[in-house]
């Protein structure tokens, strides 16, 4: 079993990786929209799809590490 300090770690290294891959997303869609792609064509839409699953991964993954956080520091505290 994991400590709090080592699924923080875990979870903080998950969220820089989905963060990477979301920064990806979202320029592939910029380029999109740059080359003129309609917003309807099933291109943008399978982009607009991805990048929208990874911002949904980001803010689950991000609440999850700030609560672990601030579990981590309330302990501290109360030290």
Known sequence: MQSKKELLIRTAT???SI???LDCAKE???KLVNNG???DSSQ???AYNEYKALEEQWSSLEAEYLDLRDDI???KELA
Do not use: A, H, Q
Request: contains cysteine; charged residues 30%; hydrophobic residues 40%.
């Open 14 to 16: 998950r969220l820089y």
């Open 19 to 21: 963060g990477m891959d």
């Open 28 to 30: 592939k869609l910029r």
């Open 37 to 39: 792609v309609s917003f």
């Open 44 to 46: 943008m839409m399978n």
């Open 73 to 75: 520091c309330y302990k």
